[in-house]
C-alpha cells in the first residue's frame, strides 16, 4: 500500500508529542523495525557525523516505509547534495544542521521540497507510493506534503535569528542541537543551565508565532526532557541506537557479576 501520510507529520498534527531515535551505529534495515517496536515515531539518521553512504541509508529508509516508521535523516548542511537524492529514495524528512540565518533555512527547503515550494527536481517512479505511475503534479504535490523538513539552532546566531528562520515557508520543525549550542555558548555539557533554558523557551515562542513545531535534541534527562515537552515541544530524540546498547549492555554485565560476586 503507498504511504499516504507521514508518521511523525501526523502524530505532531495531532497536538501529540514525536518521539525518535538517533542512528549513528546500525546498518540494517532491522533498526527500523526496533525503534517501531521500542515506541519510536521516526528515526534521526545521522549522516552529519556517522560513516553511512546512501545505499544503506535508502534500504533503512525502505524498511520503515513499510513498517510505520517515518526515516529522518541529518544530512551535512543546507547545501548537501545528496537531499534530493535521499528523498527521491525513501527518506521522508531532512533535518539541516547549524541554520543561522534565515536564507540557510531558505536554501535548505529549496533542495528538500518541489516547486512552487522549492526547486527539488522530479525524478518519478517513488518508493513511497511503490513506484506506482502517479501524474508528476500529483506525485509532487502529495510528497511535498508528506516530506518533513526541520532547522537545527545550534549557534547564538541561529538563536538570534530563530524568529526569522521559523518564518520560512516549508519550514515544519525547528529543532534545537543542545550540545553544540551549549559549545557555542562556552557551557559544554552544562544541559539545565538557565541560558540552555532560555533558549529551548525562546524556540517554543518562535515557533508558536510562526505555526511551527518546536523540537528538542541532545537532552537525554527524562525530567527535563519531560518538562520541555509539557511547554510545547512536540519533536524529541530520545538517545542514540549506541548508547541504547551500550546502556542495556552494561547493565546486565553488571547484574550479572554483582549476581555471581554475591555467590548465585
Known amino acids: 500500500m503507498a504511504v499516504n501520510e507521514n508518521p ?8 501529540e508529542v514525536a518521539l525518535g531515535m538517533n542512528v549513528r551505529m546500525a546498518r540494517s534495515g532491522d ?4 525503534a517501531k517496536s521500542s515506541g519510536h515515531d521516526f528515526l534521526f539518521i545521522d549522516m552529519q557525523h ?14 520503515a516505509l513499510g513498517c510505520g516508521i517515518a526515516p529522518l535523516v541529518r544530512v551535512r548542511s543546507c547545501d548537501d547534495p545528496n537531499t534530493a ?6 527518506v521522508t524528512g531532512i533535518v539541516f544542521p547549524d541554520v543561522n540565518t534565515a536564507d540557510d533555512a531558505r536554501r535548505g527547503v529549496a533542495h528538500a521540497k518541489f516547486p512552487p515550494v522549492g526547486k527539488r527536481s522530479a525524478g518519478g517512479g517513488y518508493p513511497n507510493f511503490n513506484y506506482e505511475p502517479i501524474p508528476v503534479g500529483e506525485a509532487t504535490a502529495r510528497i511535498n506534503d508528506l516530506t518533513l523538513v526541520a532547522c537545527m539552532i545550534e549557534t547564538r546566531e541561529g538563536l538570534e535569528n530563530v524568529e526569522a528562520i521559523a518564518a520560512v515557508d516549508g519550514v515544519d520543525v525547528v529543532h534545537i542541537g543542545s550540545n553544540d549550542l551549549l559549545i557555542d555558548m562556552g557551557k559544554p555539557g552544562q544541559f539545565g543551565d538557565p541560558e540552555h533554558i532560555a533558549a529551548v523557551d525562546r524556540i517554543i515562542a518562535a515557533c508558536a508565532t510562526s ?9 537525554r534527562d527524562l525530567a527535563r526532557q519531560v518538562d520541555f515537552i509539557r ?20 547493565s546486565h554485565t553488571e547484574a550479572l557479576r554483582e549476581a555471581l560476586a554475591g555467590g548465585l
Request: aromatic share 4%; no cysteine.
Open 231 to 250: 511547554k510545547g515541544v512536540k519533536f524529541v530524540t530520545t538517545q542514540t541506537d549506541l548508547k541504547f546498547l551500550q546502556a542495556a549492555a552494561t
Open 50 to 63: 556517522a560513516l553511512f553512504d546512501v545505499e544503506t541509508v535508502g534500504h533503512i529508509a525502505n524498511t
Open 85 to 90: 537524492l535521499l528523498l527521491d529514495n525513501g
Open 8 to 15: 511523525v507529520k501526523a502524530r505532531m498534527a495531532a497536538g
Open 211 to 219: 505555526g511551527k513545531i518546536p523540537g528538542l535534541g541532545g537532552e
Open 31 to 34: 533498526i527500523a523495525r526496533i
